[in-house]
């Protein structure tokens, strides 16, 4: 049986003027140690869901993404973070919101979704949780980043929020054009033909009244089934989520028959440009057919699979 991962690191406003030989690098590397992590679990038999959490733990691990250590500030200077996760084999799910003080929440999603009974949880009740399943807490220090504070300190003392990765279609709502790190997500089919997608993100800059966005919400940023895809979505999330990207995809797929390539180009390129939505997606079907499809400069990304095919890149075609 054959494997295949995807991966994305965030969209938006990416382009070769703003990215310096340096920082291709860093990305390069970044990306590529995810979906080395990632692959190392599916060659070895491993599942679909575990190769999704070991791809996204070490973007987590990595400051240049917005997820885990690398976390935005909100508007109270702190770092909440928001994951999902999904299993295509038995639709399970489960995705933690506003939790702080958690080094990988896509460990603790994961958690959620085997252990709580439940599919989402939120702050300090998220916290108890993870106390209870023994998963440690992180303090503060561990989620400073010069860089992501110095994006807030810009934008502090206003009400804007900042996307991470800002496009140019975003008014009001993101005072620098050039923000263009994001949100984390996977999506893997394995050798057993199941497939997983997750997602983990800090959010926006300087966030407020405990905003949420759509990477923890089960159909819009994040969702998998066996039948049709497994989605993990980056972008402006309240366009995400009124548009339910991820679920829409899989609808698409089992309702009208559309291709995976042709049911993400349908939401991504046509439904969500009407609707003012900037972002895009990653996914891959139960068949190893695997796509990327964004509507923004461009997006964070990378493929392996066991033809033996490895993909990373970040600008558009
Ligand atoms: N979708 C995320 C959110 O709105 C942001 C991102 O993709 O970078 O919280």
Redesign the pocket.
Known sequence: MSFTLVIHG???NITPAIMNKQQEQEYTQGLKDALDRGYEVLKNGGTSVDAVVAAICCLEDNTIF?AGKGAVFTKKGLNEM?AAIMDGSNLAAGAIAGVRNIKNPIRLAKEVMLHSGHVLLSGSGAAEFAINQGMVMTPDEYFFNQQRYDQWVEIRDTNFTQ???KGDNLKGTAPNPDYK???VGAAALDIHGNIAAG?S?G??TNKRFSR????PVVGA?TYANNATCAIS??????F?MRAVVAHDVSCLMEYKGLSLQEACATVVKDKLVKMGGE?GLIAVDAKGNWDFCFNSAGMYRGMRNSDGKEVVAYYGE
């Open positions: 965030g969209a938006g917005n928001d996307l991470d990765h790190f994001g949100t997602t993100t959010g926006m949420i966005g759509d990477s940023g979505c980056t972008g402006h999330g309240e995400f972002g």
